[in-house]
């Protein structure tokens, strides 16, 4: 957290000075009851306790002005370092590599951005600005006490030891139960919104019941953990104001006495405790602050796991941004999604000339969509083994190499947003409504689009949930296009529209993607038919790769495929 207080080291240093000046007036106001009282004692004028009223009333509403003043600046100020830190954790997220979100939960990381980040929050604000001010008025109450009456200072103070005793003892606890009520927050949230999310699913399955045990589950877990830290802290608490009390009651017996036998004068013993008073309110305050200073240490820890981890490397942007033509080459790729999986691509080459339609074609789990990832460089890739343009794709800049390359994604993610704006999220560049018409043409879905009460305009669900299947994939498709790409991949994306349509969308996306190349994924062969390279992969290898005529000549598994997908399509003409 240090780096991020530093920069307003300014700031925190003219909120503590003001701090230690509202302090400073707090401490005088015993010495005036002192006068008040001593005076009284020898018979004062009313006069002489008008003036110390006032005088006390005065150094109030001045102690009132710099306590103002310092919590403002303080406060303002981690008010700052807040927004900073949320600048960096929302930038990081952002240039995370994919498969970060692959192996972090969603509701764990919501946590660590809002929950974490305002304990942090706290301790950049409240918890200094407490810890500063009530060390000053502790060491100062105590150093009036001595001034006032040592020995019976020394002895009045003797049970604080315990209090600290408490503290060594309970402290720990408190930190590692606040440190679990923390993380079960966190997965909380995590099933919230995995269950909002799903829905439809849970509903459909009639599994309401079960998720909702589960839920509760993890809710009495949660109540558990908290009622634990709060037994804790309670009982810390109660400890603590025994002991305080004890003071308290020490002090009475000894400087009663002391009253009695006349060694101490009763302005000396209401000053004394009035001190005492001054002391036992940091000694409690100093639990609460020790608590922050913990919870907002855990938190912490859990955004730097965030800020450290590392992002995605990428080069330079380039001054003139990069026009692709669209050549593809893999030589030798062998990926893993982790080191200790056997692999999702191995030995994998190919050839690829701009303008080319080339089809993908294999089972599932064969490495098609892995394949069309690598190129995105969605994960990363070994040196020499992508080029686009014969340049090795680990030295092109991402931004540079992702807006020349569109996908339709297999998994479609859509914004709660107007579909105009679905369409047009991947596009850097303003458009014309008439691109967007283009895209949506091509796509297959203006049609669709007309019949929405509020055209383009019309705001869709959550991820999409109130278009079909099909709609959602020609969303996505139109997302692709209107981005007039080198390279464009469509991964399975029309297998939610029926064959008539996707004739329909093939046909115009073949204009579409003249001069471009083109990378098809698809189950129906006779899409793949007519491409210019068709690629058979069987578990991350390449088993076969030409055109059809070329595939068909040979006794491979592409013939096996081509005869399976012949029967069904008569078995499909005679029903
Ligand atoms: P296809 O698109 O041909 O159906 P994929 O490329 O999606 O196949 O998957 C190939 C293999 O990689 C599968 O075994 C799958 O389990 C694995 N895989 C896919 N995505 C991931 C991922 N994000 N993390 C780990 N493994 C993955
Ligand atoms: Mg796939």
Redesign the pocket.
């Known amino acids: 957290m240090i780096p991020y207080l530093r920069r307003y080291r300014n700031r925190y240093i003219k909120g503590l000075t003001l701090v230690l000046f509202g302090g400073a007036f707090g401490i005088v106001t015993p010495l005036l009851l002192k006068y008040a009282v001593d005076t009284l004692e020898e018979g004062s004028t009313r006069e002489a306790i008008a003036w110390a009223s006032l005088a006390i009333m005065c150094f109030a509403v001045i102690r009132g002005v710099f306590l103002f003043a310092s919590r403002f600046t303080i406060i303002a100020t981690a008010r700052m370092v807040e927004y900073d830190l949320r600048e960096d954790l929302y930038r990081k997220l952002a240039h995370l590599p994919?498969?970060y979100f692959?192996r972090h939960k969603t509701g764990d990381i919501t946590s660590r951005a809002i929950n974490d980040l305002e304990g942090a929050r706290m301790v950049s604000g409240i918890a200094i600005l407490a810890s500063v001010g009530m060390s000053f008025l502790f060491l100062m109450s105590l150093a009036a006490m001595l001034y006032l009456k040592w020995d019976l200072a020394l002895l009045a103070t003797a049970p604080l030891l315990l209090v600290t005793g408490v503290f060594i003892v309970c402290g720990p606890r408190l930190h590692t139960y606040s440190l679990a009520s923390q993380e079960q927050l966190g997965a909380i949230s995590n099933r919230a919104q995995e269950h909002y999310t799903g829905a439809r699913v849970v509903r459909a399955f009639s599994r309401e019941k079960e998720e909702y045990d589960r839920f509760d589950k993890e809710c009495t877990e949660y109540e558990r953990r908290n009622i634990r830290y709060a037994k804790w802290r309670g009982m810390t608490f109660a400890l603590m104001t025994l002991f305080i009390q004890l003071s308290i009651v020490i002090t009475l017996l000894v400087g009663g006495k002391g009253m009695i036998t006349g060694v101490v004068s009763k302005g000396d013993f209401v000053a004394f405790t009035a001190y005492q008073f001054m002391l036992i309110w940091p000694m409690i305050a100093l639990g609460w602050v020790v608590n922050l200073v913990l919870r907002g240490a855990a938190c912490m820890g859990r955004i730097c796991e965030i800020l450290d981890s590392p992002s995605e490397e990428s080069a330079e942007p380039l001054k003139e941004s990069l026009l692709l033509k669209g050549e593809i080459e893999i030589r030798n790729l062998t990926f893993a999604?982790?080191a200790d999986?056997p692999p999702?691509l191995s030995n994998v080459s190919l050839k690829i000339q701009p303008g080319w339609k080339v089809a993908?074609v294999?089972?599932?789990?064969?490495?098609?969509?892995?394949?069309a990832?690598t190129l995105l460089r969605l994960?990363p890739v070994p040196d020499g083994t992508v080029f686009l343009d014969g340049q090795d794709i680990n030295t092109l800049p991402l931004s540079d190499l992702r807006s020349s390359i569109s996908i339709a994604p297999?998994d479609i993610f859509l914004w709660s947003d107007q579909i105009r704006n679905n369409i047009l999220f991947g596009s850097q560049k303003e458009r014309t409504e008439e691109e967007i018409n283009r895209a949506a043409e091509i796509s297959q879905l203006s049609a669709d689009i007309e019949k929405f009460t509020d055209g383009y305009d019309q705001i869709i669900g959550e991820r999409g949930l109130t278009l079909s299947g099909g709609q959602r994939q020609r969303t996505a498709i139109a997302r692709a296009v209107i981005r007039k790409p080198a390279i464009i991949i469509l991964?399975?994306a029309l297998s939610s529209v029926d064959s008539h349509t996707e004739n329909e969308i093939t046909q115009r996306l073949n204009t579409f993607m003249e001069g471009r190349t083109s990378i098809l994924?698809t189950h129906r062969l006779s899409t793949a038919k007519k491409a210019d390279l068709i690629v058979v992969?069987e578990e991350?290898e390449v088993k076969e790769q030409g055109t059809h005529d070329e595939l068909l000549s040979k006794d491979g598994p592409y013939k096996q495929m081509w005869k399976a997908h012949q029967l069904e399509e008569r078995i499909e003409r005679r029903a």
């Open positions: 994919a498969a692959d999604y982790e999986r999702a993908f294999g089972k599932t789990g064969s490495g098609k969509s892995t394949l990832h994960y297999q991964d399975d994924i992969l991350g």
